[in-house]
């Protein structure tokens, strides 16, 4: 067996919201670029950016593995790094690295109760 051949994927997606959602209103734009390994983890990323107790708005469209230098409908040069788990677009991903060693859980999500740090996927 390789190195790492139990490790899953990191996928990247486009996600787009309904803006005639009140809830829409809070995030900068009706989109959002986020890696992650499925759908749901990467809504997760994004719904914990929300304040607490606000809802996610209605998502209009899922783009799964989106080529980041196709016609996105935002400056690219913009983007955070879309190879590094997390949100980059808008460019949330550079305020902290990528994990380094040893994933604990699937995401910075706050549902996760395997680490004490929101945004942290190292193991100690």
């Known amino acids: ?3 790492g051949a139990n ?8 996600i787009e919201f309904d803006r ?3 809830a ?3 995030w900068p734009g009706p ?9 749901q983890n990467c809504l997760d990323m994004v719904a914990d950016l929300y304040p607490e107790g606000v809802a996610l708005p209605r998502v209009l469209r899922i783009i799964p593995d989106v080529v ?6 935002v400056n690219i040069r913009a983007l955070g790094v ?3 788990p997390g949100i980059w677009h808008p460019a949330i991903n550079l305020r ?17 109760a395997d680490h004490g740090n929101r945004g942290r996927n190292l193991k100690s």
Do not use: H, I
Request: glycine content about 6%.
């Open 82 to 84: 879309p190879v590094w």
């Open 24 to 26: 829409a209103n809070w």
């Open 68 to 73: 980041v230098d196709e016609n996105l409908s």
């Open 7 to 14: 490790m899953p994927l990191l996928r990247r997606f486009w």
């Open 20 to 22: 005639s959602d009140e």
């Open 96 to 112: 902290n690295a990528p994990p380094r060693r040893n994933w604990q859980c699937v995401g910075p999500s706050r549902r996760c």
């Open 31 to 39: 989109w959002v670029g986020v890696t992650g390994y499925d759908e």
């Open 1 to 3: 067996m390789t190195k």
